[in-house]
Nanobody, 115 residues
Framework: QVQLVESGGGLVQAGGSLRLSCTAS????????MGWFRQAPGKQRELVAT???????NYADSTKGRFTISRDNAKNTVYLQMNSLNSEDTAVYYC?????????WGEGTLVTVSS
């Protein structure tokens, strides 16, 4: 099992940047894939970005070139650097870990982009 805690959300103006952090309760070295998802009001949860233990990254088309996912195994933390934010990025952002064929989720952190 693993518990995930997100931080770094908040209110930002359009065009601004935020960095989200997701800290795990155990070592993430052996967690095959970690990622970020988001859910906007009235919409389904969607993929933002994922990163494997080998460092391979995958991004949603809407975030390519603006967001960067990274992981620091020594700190048990995954980051999401978000640049050039716009109103469509407003959502609750959730951290995800895929471990032993199970999906684990954090409670989410709210990102609000004002225009």
């Amino acid at each position: 099992q693993v518990q995930l805690v997100e931080s770094g959300g908040g209110l930002v103006q359009a065009g601004g940047s935020l960095r989200l952090s997701c800290t795990a309760s155990r070592s993430i070295f052996s967690i095959s894939t970690m990622g970020w998802f988001r859910q906007a009001p009235g919409k389904q949860r969607e993929l933002v970005a994922t990163i494997t233990s080998g460092g391979s990254r995958n991004y949603a088309d809407s975030t390519k070139g603006r967001f960067t996912i990274s992981r620091d195994n020594a700190k048990n933390t995954v980051y999401l650097q978000m640049n050039s934010l716009n109103s469509e990025d407003t959502a609750v952002y959730y951290c995800n870990a895929q471990l032993a064929m199970m999906n684990y989720w954090g409670e989410g952190t709210l990102v609000t982009v004002s225009s």
